[in-house]
């Protein structure tokens, strides 16, 4: 009953759940089943506990010598199901590279998964499924909301590469994991409801709490990040970049029938300030979307990482937002682009995480590539949640 695809070739750890979050719209769509028995299998790991020391990968390369963490906190939300080198599914966070029992995207990330499934899988809804994986989904929201040091409502990024752009610091309270946390107190809310309607479950107290939660996060998120014109990256480092990929929460949110996050408004206000700054100023267009430039369409960092890639699936992903609020000709020119790049540089089906301006890839085989699903999601599977289409 247990089923897992490699992140990649290179990164060859199972079922990394911030890249599945954009590519496992497939499977969801193919075969539903296997989509629940990897979900079932976050269900079980969440709660389990492993004090193993390992040094994390990113302190070297700052040169700040050997820091040691866990390998999993019980209630952390595990990045992945383990290696094939190792004992998959049972030793879970087989990635170093950073401590992943402090990212704030991965919790989000589940929840948002266990209700898409639900309420998107083509075999129909499944309350067993939703039963067997809502005591899971409470203790990792509970547990990400330790990481809100500020009480505004918000878990805080730390300063160190806590999310899935893992080389790419963020600090204080940011648009991508905010987001992400606002649409996945919406989705618990949405499975407490479902639950104690159809099953009988008393799930008040998660409710109250849930709802508390989320009435504060919804009115600090724009205060604290809208700009005027789009969000800014996080609330203090001062990085004065757009991020492509800010309002993802707000993407899976309206995907799901959920509020959306942010105003229809703020949102197309957004996706324009992302096309112009890192699209149609990056390379002219030529390559895609560049995770984060200046609104002039100007790198940060020359040097940089992470904000001057191309990330295949999250341009596919943004082309889906894109379809969603009804800009289908700018979601063809990004996904044009990226296709066109990764054939003409001789990958052909190598899709890769990443590509740059200077003809180099990296992570050949990506899962998260195959996030060009969610053409498909936008297109058919949301209008079949009632009220959605109307909307």
């Avoid at 009435?215 to 004065?240: K, V």
């Avoid at 000709?329 to 296709?339: E, H, P, Q, Y």
């Amino acid at each position: 009953g247990r089923f897992g695809v490699l992140e990649c070739l290179d990164y060859a750890w199972y079922e990394s759940l911030d890249v599945r979050l954009y590519g496992s719209l497939a499977l969801l769509q193919l075969w539903p089943e296997l989509d629940k028995a990897v979900l079932r299998s976050f269900a079980r790991a969440i709660p389990a506990a492993d004090g193993s020391q390992r040094p994390i990968g990113w302190y070297f390369t700052q040169g700040r010598g050997r820091v040691e963490a866990d390998r999993k906190v019980a209630g952390a939300t595990p990045h992945d199901l383990g290696a094939p080198n190792e004992r998959p599914f049972d030793a879970t966070n087989y990635t170093a590279y950073q401590d992943c029992n402090l990212w704030k995207d991965l919790a989000s990330d589940y929840v948002l998964q266990v209700w898409r499934t639900f309420r998107l899988a083509p075999t129909g809804e499944d309350l067993r499924f939703l039963a067997e994986c809502w005591p899971s989904a409470v203790q990792a929201l509970d547990y990400l909301k330790g990481f809100d040091v500020n009480n505004d409502g918000l878990p805080d990024n730390g300063g160190a590469p806590d999310q899935t752009f893992d080389d790419w610091p963020l600090q204080g309270v940011s648009a991508y994991c905010g987001a992400l946390w606002i649409a996945a107190l919406e989705a618990a809310l949405a499975m407490a409801q479902r639950l104690q309607l159809d099953l009988g479950l008393d799930t008040a107290a998660e409710q109250r709490r849930f709802g508390a939660w989320l009435e504060q996060s919804r009115a600090n998120f724009d205060d604290l990040l809208w700009n005027g014109e789009y969000y800014r990256i996080d609330a203090e480092s001062g990085t004065p970049v757009v991020m492509a990929d800010q309002l993802c929460g707000d993407f899976y949110a309206r995907l799901l029938g959920l509020p959306p996050v942010v105003s229809d408004a703020r949102a197309r206000s957004t996706l324009q300030a992302v096309k112009e700054a890192c699209f149609e100023r990056f390379e002219s267009g030529r390559l895609g979307v560049a995770n984060g430039l200046r609104r002039d369409g100007s790198p940060l960092d020359p040097n940089g990482t992470h904000p001057l890639e191309v990330w295949t699936g999250i341009n596919f992903g943004l082309a889906s937002y894109y379809r969603l609020m009804g800009e289908s000709k700018t979601a063809l020119a990004i996904c044009s682009a990226v296709v066109g790049q990764v054939y003409s540089g001789g990958l052909q089906f190598r899709t890769p995480e990443a590509i740059t301006a200077v003809n180099t890839f990296r992570a050949c085989h990506y899962l998260r590539a195959m996030a060009i699903w969610g053409l498909w999601a936008t297109d058919t599977g949301w209008e079949r949640i009632p009220g959605v289409a109307e909307r």
